[in-house]
Each structure stands twice: as structure tokens, then as C-alpha cells.
């Protein structure tokens, strides 16, 4: 289990997490991720939890949106927004009509959580067009 955030949107935290090896180490275990040998020591500490499986089922029923970022079951953040958005079923652009895996739609913008509504390809297309727009001589 994971360095929890104090601004995370999460009300509770489960009574089992005292007991977990993680609980007051939270610079361990809210690393960089662009740093791995950051990552895979918070991955070791996680490893010998005996709370491992339900630190696992816990960040699995907590939103997205709510989450408290670090590894918290030995996985991060991009990581378990991997495997909650394998889950859903295809998304239709809004642009092409097209049905697309969600890793196909960008993040939503401005900080808000979710994905946009319109997939990459449809998404740079409309980028291009403005742009072009923009630096065509009136």
C-alpha cells in the first residue's frame, strides 16, 4: 500500500493499512516514475506486504479520479489506469463515428479526469486544421 496523499478525495482508509510496511514511508512510495530504480523499490517494499491482495482489491474499487497516486499494490498510477480502462468497452468518437479502444482518446484537458470525447486521430486533425488556419496569410 501506498504513501496516502493528504489532498487525495478519498474519505477513508482501510484498517488493515497500519499494518502495511508502506505506512509512513511516503517519499519511498510516491516515486518519479520516469525513475525506475525510484519505482522498483517502492515495487520491493510492496512485494513483502502481507496486505499485498487487499491493498489490490481496495485501489481497485477506489474512482480514477480519486485516486492517491504513488505505487499502491505494487503498481502506478498509469498502471492501473491501464487496467480499469481495458475494462470498458469500446468508446465512439464523437468526430469519426469510429468505435475505439479508450487508449485511443487523449486525457481530458485542464486537469479534469476522464478522456476526451474525440479520439487522436480526429483530435489532431482538428489541431492541424486550426493551426493551419491560424498561420495562413489574410
Not at 525513475?35 to 499485498?52: K, M, Q, S, T, Y
Not at 485501489?59 to 487496467?83: K, M, N, S, W, Y
Not at 469519426?96 to 479520439?119: I, M, N, Q
Request: aromatic content about 6%; glycine content about 6%; overall charge positive.
Amino acid at each position: 500500500m501506498a504513501a496516502l496523499r493528504a489532498y487525495a478525495d478519498i474519505d477513508f482508509y482501510p484498517p488493515w493499512q497500519a499494518t502495511a510496511p508502506c505506512t509512513g514511508r511516503g517519499r519511498d512510495m510516491d516515486p518519479d516514475e520516469r525513475a525506475p530504480a525510484e519505482v522498483a523499490r517502492a515495487r520491493a517494499i510492496c512485494h513483502d506486504c502481507p496486505v499485498l491482495e487487499r491493498c489490490r482489491e481496495w485501489i481497485a474499487g477506489i474512482p480514477l479520479a480519486a485516486d492517491p497516486g504513488g505505487v499502491i499494490a505494487a503498481l502506478t498510477f498509469h498502471e492501473r489506469e491501464e487496467l480499469e480502462l481495458a475494462k470498458q468497452p469500446p468508446r465512439t468518437c464523437r468526430t469519426c463515428g469510429e468505435p475505439k479502444p479508450w487508449r485511443a482518446f487523449p486525457p481530458a484537458k485542464r486537469g479534469r479526469p476522464g478522456r476526451s470525447w474525440h479520439c487522436r486521430t480526429c483530435h489532431n486533425a482538428r489541431d492541424r486544421a486550426r493551426h493551419a488556419k491560424r498561420k495562413a496569410p489574410q
